[in-house]
């Protein structure tokens, strides 16, 4: 007997790009925020951090908020809110690694 295909397994080749891009950044952001510790390179790191975390969420937006309008407000006001994340982040390095 033949498996039926579920509709939830066929997967987009964007969706398939973005679990990709999920896992290549989960396994390289932690070894490489060790390793560097220059503010430069630490503000790329977190960039990427960050992007990761954005990816992420708007995987959970896309599963759970069914209206687009929503969704796409809901995603403006996070990456408004990571951006402001971002620069305090950078911020309160620079200054912590200068007191060093």
Partial sequence: MKEGISGLRNESSKTKR???????????LLPLIIIYKKVSSTFL????????INEGIEEIMADYV????????????LRLFLLIVIKD?????????KKK
Avoid: K
């Avoid at 973005?18 to 390289?28: H, K, M």
């Fill in 66 to 77: 069914h209206q687009e309008m929503t969704r796409n407000w809901i995603l403006v006001y």
């Fill in 89 to 97: 982040v950078f911020l309160s390095l620079v200054f912590f690694l």
């Fill in 18 to 28: 973005t679990g990709l891009f999920q896992r290549i950044t989960a396994a390289f």
């Fill in 45 to 52: 790191l977190n960039l990427s951090l960050f992007w990761h």
